[in-house]
């Protein structure tokens, strides 16, 4: 049994975000909270809580199960580019550069290994 957790508008760039999110794609969910813990990117703070969110969401689905017993992992985890903020910055005769402000859409999927309790 899969439980879903998004997080919509993060005002991290998705290239930011890729490069923690592809640190935990298909561990299993122990491994991947200790290496976000101590990774030392700002995007790994919000990546955790969105994991922390996905297992309480499997929790809640199956009631009476342990993530510890059910071999929980990070079955899917997708980063696609959301709103930008468009600013515009002053530059030299009379110009203006832009500037893109970016957020993205994070997708976290987890699932169990554990055969057994998927047919039962």
Request: glycine fraction near 6%; aromatic fraction near 4%; hydrophobic fraction near 35%.
């Amino acid at each position: 049994m899969e439980a879903v957790a998004k997080l919509n508008n993060c005002p991290t760039s998705p290239r930011k975000m890729r490069l923690v999110v592809d640190l935990i794609r298909g561990e299993r969910v122990e491994k991947a909270l200790h290496i976000l813990k101590f990774t030392n990117k700002d995007a790994a703070v919000r990546v955790e809580k969105l994991l922390l969110s996905a297992i309480k969401n499997w929790e809640t689905k199956n009631e009476g199960s342990r993530p510890e017993e059910n071999q929980l992992y990070v079955k899917t985890i997708m980063v696609g580019g959301g709103r930008q903020l468009k600013r515009l910055r002053p530059a030299p005769q009379g110009r203006g550069y832009r500037i893109r402000k970016r957020s993205n859409h994070v997708t976290l999927v987890v699932d169990s290994k554990n055969v057994e309790t998927q047919t039962n």
